[in-house]
């Protein structure tokens, strides 16, 4: 390739990346939230370094009355007078170890990406959220309650830095 010719493919190679930012940013906010997504139901979501536990104290378990997802529920409170997040989760047949904020999954199946828009040369910047209001307020009550819950881990920003790599090393090749 003459000298030329590699100045051309830069210049289509800055205006193809200008014209797909968006499309990588969706792609790419996409594949992160689901990583954060699978890591917080199997493992329990972590703040400042700490997984969190479900709490242990002790409550009058009519407070669970009409929260119960099976019959096991509705046992659980019939049989204890006094009784525990953690324990009402267990005995339905729920993860209880640590909090991973998917009681009903309905948080976690109505997260997305919403919107990504270019944020500068070669930049986005996607919103992630719900098209359903209530899934919107169940986030912002676990972000108010727990902080960001949805901050990508190390591993995860190091994969979607890689994603990133692989698809400018592909519209270069391209």
Same mark, same amino acid.
């Given at each position: ?7 051309? $493919? ?9 014209? +797909? ?15 954060? $997504?699978?890591? +917080? ?13 479900? +709490? ?33 989760? !267990? ?10 904020? +998917? ?11 919403? $919107?990504?828009? !270019? ?18 307020? !169940? ?36």
């Amino acid at each position: 390739m003459t000298l030329e010719g590699f100045i051309q $493919k830069i210049a289509k190679a800055r205006i193809d990346l200008a014209n +797909s930012v968006e499309q990588f940013g969706a792609e790419i906010t996409e594949s992160t939230l689901t990583l954060i $997504k699978d890591r +917080s139901i199997n493992e329990g979501i972590e703040i400042a370094g700490n997984k969190q536990d479900y +709490s242990k104290r002790q409550v009058n378990t009519q407070k669970f009355k009409g929260k119960e997802l099976n019959a096991r529920g509705s046992k659980y409170i019939q049989a204890n007078a006094l009784g525990t997040w953690h324990d009402f989760r !267990k005995a339905q047949g729920l993860r209880s170890e640590k909090v991973n904020l +998917s009681y009903t999954n309905d948080m976690w199946k109505g997260l997305q990406v919403i $919107k990504t828009g !270019k944020f500068g040369f070669g930049a986005a910047r996607s919103i992630i959220g719900s098209y359903d209001s209530e899934v919107n307020e !169940k986030i912002a009550q676990n972000a108010e309650r727990f902080g960001d819950f949805l901050k990508p881990q190390p591993d995860e920003l190091e994969f979607a830095q890689g994603l990133i790599q692989r698809k400018i090393v592909n519209l270069l090749r391209g």
